[in-house]
T-cell receptor, first 113, second 112 residues
Framework: SQTIHQWPATLVQPVGSPLSLECTVE??????LYWYRQAAGRGLQLLFYSVGIGQISSEVPQNLSASRPQDRQFILSSKKLLLSDSGFYLC????????????FGPGTRLTVL | AQSVSQHNHHVILSEAASLELGCNYS??????LFWYVQYPGQHLQLLLK??????LVKGIKGFEAEFIKSKFSFNLRKPSVQWSDTAEYFC??????????FGAGTRLTVKP
C-alpha cells in the first residue's frame, strides 16, 4: 500500500533563516506531487505541483520554492523565511491528474518567530 | 480561475441531528467534485467524490453529497450525526487538471 511521509512534524524557525521540508511517497511510481499551505479559515492553498522529476509548477508567487530531485521526493524550501510563512504545510500525491483523489500527508506545522 | 465557497465556517449540532454543509463553485465547465474530512490529529482523507453519472454520491461513514449542476453546488449531508463526526470538512473542485481548489473548510462540532 501507498504511504506518504512528511518531516519534520513541527518546526520553529527565526525570521530570515532557511527552510527545507521534505515529503516522500512509498508504494507508487511517478506520482503527481503537491504542496499546500493550510491557514485557519482559509482552506488549502495550492503552492506547487509536480508531474515528474525536475518538473515544478508554481501556483502562487512567494518566498518559497519546490524541488523534486527524485521520483517520490518533493521538497519545499525557502532561503529566508518571513513571518507570513508560518502555517501548516501539507504534501499530497495522486496517481494522475484530475480523475483521481489526492492523498495527504500528516503535515508540518511551521512557526516563524 | 474557479473558486469554491463553503458557507458555514462553524456548525454545532447535537448527536442525531441532521447535517447539511453547503459547497458552491464558480466554474461552469465539467468538474470533478470532492469532499475531504480532517479529524482532530489525523490526515486529511477523502469522504466521497463525484466524476460523472448519478449526481447523488454515497461516501464513507454514512455521508452523501448531491451534485446540482444548475446551482453549481455539491452539498454534503448526513441524516444523523455522531460525536465522532466532529472534524473539519473541505469541499474541493477540479477541472480535470492538476489544479485542485479547496474551500475554506467548515468546522463541525457534535455535542454528545
Amino acid at each position: 500500500s501507498q504511504t506518504i511521509h512528511q518531516w519534520p512534524a513541527t518546526l520553529v524557525q527565526p525570521v530570515g533563516s532557511p527552510l527545507s521540508l521534505e515529503c516522500t511517497v512509498e508504494g507508487t511510481s511517478n506520482p503527481n506531487l503537491y504542496w499546500y499551505r493550510q491557514a485557519a479559515g482559509r482552506g488549502l492553498q495550492l503552492l506547487f505541483y509536480s508531474v515528474g522529476i525536475g518538473q515544478i509548477s508554481s501556483e502562487v508567487p512567494q518566498n518559497l520554492s519546490a524541488s523534486r530531485p527524485q521520483d517520490r521526493q518533493f521538497i519545499l524550501s525557502s532561503k529566508k523565511l518571513l513571518l507570513s510563512d508560518s502555517g501548516f504545510y501539507l504534501c499530497a500525491w495522486s496517481v494522475s491528474s484530475g480523475l483521481n483523489e489526492q492523498f495527504f500527508g500528516p503535515g508540518t506545522r511551521l512557526t516563524v518567530l | 480561475a474557479q473558486s469554491v465557497s463553503q458557507h458555514n465556517h462553524h456548525v454545532i449540532l447535537s448527536e442525531a441531528a441532521s447535517l447539511e454543509l453547503g459547497c458552491n463553485y464558480s466554474y461552469g465547465g465539467t468538474v470533478n467534485l470532492f469532499w475531504y474530512v480532517q479529524y482532530p490529529g489525523q490526515h486529511l482523507q477523502l469522504l466521497l467524490k463525484y466524476f460523472s453519472g448519478d449526481p447523488l454520491v454515497k461516501g464513507i461513514k454514512g455521508f452523501e453529497a448531491e451534485f446540482i449542476k444548475s446551482k453549481f453546488s455539491f452539498n454534503l449531508r448526513k441524516p444523523s450525526v455522531q460525536w465522532s463526526d466532529t472534524a473539519e470538512y473541505f469541499c474541493a473542485v477540479n477541472e480535470g487538471g492538476n489544479d485542485m481548489r479547496f474551500g475554506a473548510g467548515t468546522r463541525l462540532t457534535v455535542k454528545p
